[in-house]
C-alpha cells in the first residue's frame, strides 16, 4: 500500500482541516461540503485524515458493524450469539461520477442468481464506507438523483433497498465529504443545507505558504517513507487529540445562554429551519472538546459560524456580498466583535 500524504503535513488550508477534523470528532456534525479551486488539496487532505484516525474494532460481515453497538448492526450480526472481530482502517471510499444506483446502494447478484438460481445481495458503496467516510468530488456534477439518495442515507445512517424481489436494509453510517469547483456549476439550496459544515479553500495568495505546499510535496514525492517518519510525532499527538475528544465529547457543556446566541446569529441571518443552529451547537461543542475546553463558549460559536451557516444563507438580490462576510458583519453585530 502506498503511503498517504501526512495530514499534518498540509500546509494552509486551516479552515478545511478543522472541519474535517470536527467530523471526526462528532459524526454527527453531518459532513462536510469544500468548494474552491482546483489543485489545492482537498482529496489529500480528506485521505489524510483517514490515515490519521485510529483504527476501528468491526466484525467480519460486508458492513464491518461494530460489535459494540448492537443497535447498529446489520440483522446478520444483531441475531448472532458471538461475532468474529478485527482490526481495520477507517473506510474510505471515492464516489465516481458515473455510478449508477445500483453501484451506491447495492444490488442483485447477478452472477449467484444465473449460477444457482439464489437471490443474494450484492453490497454497494454505501455498504463499504459505513463507518468512515464517503468522498465525492465534483459534487455539484453529480446526478440529483443520487446526491439524493446519498443524503438521506447519510442523516437516517441506514440504507433500505427494496428492488427485485430483494428486501435489505443494512447500517451506512457514512460521514459524507464533497468537493468541487462553484465554476462548474453550484449545488442546489435543499442540498446544500443537507450537508454539516461547507468551507471555501482558495489557493494561497502569499509565497512563503506556497513555496512551503511545494517543498513538502516534492519531499514527499521523493521519500514518501522518510517524509512521513519525519511528521509521524505530531500525527500520533493528533490522533491521541481526536480519541480524547471523542471520549469528552458528551461531558462538553452547552449552557443555554450559548444555545441563545446561536439562535439569535441564526435568526439574524434568516437562516431556514433549525438545522443551521443544531450543526452550529455541534460544531461549536465538537471544537471545545478538541481544544480541552470543558464548556462551549462564544469563542467557539464565533469560530464555527461560518463553515457552519454560511451555506444556508438566502440569497438577497438587493446585497450582492458574499455569505463569508455577510456571517462576519452578522456575528459582530450579535456576538460583538
Not at 186 to 205: A, H, I, K, M, N
Not at 244 to 249: M, Q
Request: hydrophobic share 40%; proline share 5%; with cysteine.
Amino acid at each position: 500500500m502506498s503511503a498517504r500524504y501526512p495530514f499534518s503535513a498540509i500546509a494552509g488550508q486551516d479552515e478545511l482541516k478543522q472541519a474535517l477534523l470536527l467530523t471526526a470528532v462528532d459524526p454527527l456534525i453531518g459532513g462536510l461540503l469544500a468548494f474552491g479551486d482546483r489543485g489545492t488539496g482537498k482529496s489529500t487532505a480528506v485521505r489524510a485524515l483517514a490515515a490519521l484516525l485510529p483504527e476501528i474494532k468491526a466484525t467480519t460481515c460486508a458492513y464491518h458493524c461494530d460489535p459494540d453497538s448492537p443497535g447498529t448492526m446489520c440483522d446478520s450480526c444483531r441475531s448472532a450469539k458471538t461475532h468474529k472481530t478485527r482490526k481495520m482502517p477507517i473506510p474510505v471510499v471515492d464516489l465516481p461520477l458515473g455510478a449508477t444506483e445500483d453501484r451506491v446502494i447495492g444490488a442483485l447478484n447477478l452472477e449467484r442468481a444465473l449460477s444457482h438460481g439464489e437471490k443474494t445481495f450484492e453490497p454497494g458503496l454505501l455498504a463499504q464506507a459505513n463507518r468512515g467516510y464517503l468522498y465525492v468530488d465534483e459534487v455539484n456534477l453529480l446526478e440529483d438523483h443520487i446526491v439524493d439518495l446519498l443524503l438521506d442515507v447519510a442523516a437516517s445512517g441506514e440504507n433500505v433497498v427494496e428492488r427485485e424481489g430483494l428486501s435489505v436494509r443494512h447500517p451506512a453510517r457514512v460521514v459524507l465529504v464533497g468537493s468541487g469547483n462553484p465554476e462548474e456549476g453550484e449545488l442546489r439550496p435543499q442540498l446544500l443545507d443537507r450537508f454539516g459544515l461547507s468551507v471555501e479553500v482558495r489557493t494561497p495568495t502569499d509565497v512563503s505558504t506556497w513555496v512551503e505546499i511545494v517543498k513538502r510535496r516534492d519531499s514527499f514525492e521523493r521519500d514518501p517513507d522518510g517524509f512521513t517518519a519525519l511528521w509521524a510525532a505530531q500525527e500520533d499527538q493528533t490522533r491521541k487529540r481526536i480519541v480524547k475528544a471523542r471520549k469528552s465529547l458528551n461531558s462538553v457543556s452547552v449552557a443555554d445562554a450559548i444555545l441563545e446566541r446561536a439562535a439569535a446569529l441564526c435568526i439574524h441571518l434568516k437562516t431556514d429551519g433549525l438545522r443551521g443552529q443544531l450543526t452550529l451547537m455541534r460544531a461549536a461543542r465538537a471544537l471545545a472538546a478538541f481544544e480541552g475546553a470543558k464548556e462551549t463558549t462564544e469563542v467557539h460559536l464565533k469560530r464555527m459560524a461560518g463553515p457552519a451557516l454560511r451555506h444556508r444563507l438566502r440569497r438577497n438580490p438587493l446585497d450582492e456580498t458574499g455569505s463569508t462576510t455577510r456571517i462576519d458583519r452578522a456575528v459582530a453585530e450579535v456576538l460583538g466583535a
